[in-house]
């Protein structure tokens, strides 16, 4: 039976992991934190991410735990929209603790699950199998992946040269439980300068609360300040948007705020595979091209690097899968940073004329960051 370790229990991890093991995989997934917990807000799933967990896991029963997102159009902080909206039956929203309770689930008795655990060494060789350590054991496997996030430790010993850096944004994301969400309409995106606030109805879902899930972005360095000092900025910063923004955040508490600093990789690591002996080290999802969340597409991309390892690494020759695999993501996940940092400069303009560009340039951007962000996806076969 093939052995593999997968570092790092967030999205990336244990949807690795999970299907892995499905595929007769026997997996140690390693955890520095204490437990695997979801962080308490929600994800927003594209085509290509909602078709990588089918991929995935087909009898996971993603429709029970998601619900679709309408387009909402893009406005001016006055309501007067820039891209009116459309329709868009693609995108779904998702709650992070019904994710995270659906892939712990899916994890099956082929995966043995170690928290407390902090990877500080990786070792390869020529003729030897990849061997982790936290300082206390060591693990060796055909297959180490790493899914340990923008501060990957198995990045920084394969490929130095790709570190995180800031990327001038700060983003502030909370859920508004259904009890105190307000009433109407809240599904909406809107640009300011140098402002973004997005706002995403949860359905029926989010463990039967419902509510409102929204994303605020400014441009600039984190804040230090205490949550309730960051809250009454936001709300003064956002003071006179269109509702329903500042219902929003009049609705929402300071324990349910989780502050950003938005970071990306760079560069990008120079590869994404690397063979040790009869198998190798793969990165994966933030640990291989985090990028800023303007397109939404971390976790999606994240799914894609998995579904498309597990495939690959389906047959007898598992050097040459990491090969296919690196030579199959490095240039999707190229091109979706570009798109990105594209749109950074969308979301940062000021001045009088800069957005006078930018809202001309909306027309012609939103069909591919916007409404089609990624080319159509399908795993290889």
């Not at 997968?6 to 007769?24: F, K």
């Not at 760079?266 to 994966?284: E, H, Q």
């Not at 969340?293 to 976790?299: D, I, P, R, V």
């Amino acid at each position: 039976m093939r052995t593999a370790v997968v570092v790092g229990a967030g999205l990336a991890g244990l949807a690795t992991a999970g299907a892995l093991s499905r595929s007769g995989w026997r997996v140690v997934l390693l955890e520095r934190g204490e437990r695997v917990a979801a962080p308490p807000t929600a994800l927003v799933l594209w085509a290509n991410g909602r078709r990588a967990l089918e991929s995935l896991d087909p009898e996971g029963g993603w429709s029970a735990i998601t619900s679709p997102v309408p387009d909402p159009g893009v406005r001016r902080p006055d309501g007067q929209w820039l891209v009116t909206p459309r329709p868009n039956a693609a995108t779904s929203v998702v709650h992070l603790e019904d994710l995270y309770d659906a892939l712990v689930a899916g994890l099956g008795d082929r995966v043995e699950i170690r928290t407390g655990c902090t990877v500080t060494r990786v070792r390869t060789g020529v003729s030897l199998r990849p061997v982790v350590s936290d300082g206390r054991s060591e693990i060796e496997a055909d297959l180490v992946v790493a899914a340990d996030g923008i501060d990957s430790a198995v990045r920084r010993a394969l490929a130095p040269e790709s570190v995180a850096v800031g990327s001038g944004f700060t983003a502030w994301q909370a859920v508004v439980p259904g009890f105190r969400a307000p009433d109407g309409p809240v599904s909406g995106e809107t640009l300011g300068t140098g402002y973004r606030f997005v706002s995403v109805p949860l359905g029926e879902h989010a463990g039967g609360q419902g509510g409102v899930y929204w994303v605020a972005t400014a441009a600039g360095a984190p804040r230090p300040e205490s949550p309730e000092t960051q809250l009454a900025l936001l709300r003064r910063w956002f003071s006179g948007w269109h509702p329903p923004v500042g219902e929003l955040l009049a609705a929402t508490h300071a324990d349910d705020l989780i502050p950003q600093e938005v970071r990306e990789l760079r560069p990008l690591p120079r590869a994404y595979a690397f063979p040790s002996g009869p198998g190798g080290v793969v990165l994966l999802g933030d640990a291989a091209h985090a990028m800023p969340h303007h397109l939404g597409q971390g976790a999606c991309l994240a799914f894609e690097d998995a579904a498309t390892l597990r495939t690959l690494a389906a047959g007898d020759d598992l050097p040459a899968a990491l090969a296919s695999y690196d030579r199959l993501r490095r240039p999707r996940t190229t091109s979706m940073v570009r798109q990105t940092r594209r749109m950074s400069a969308v979301v940062q303009a000021r001045g009088k004329l800069a957005l006078r560009a930018r809202d001309v340039a909306l027309s012609h951007l939103r069909p591919r960051l916007f409404g089609a962000p990624v080319p159509e996806w399908a795993p290889p076969e």
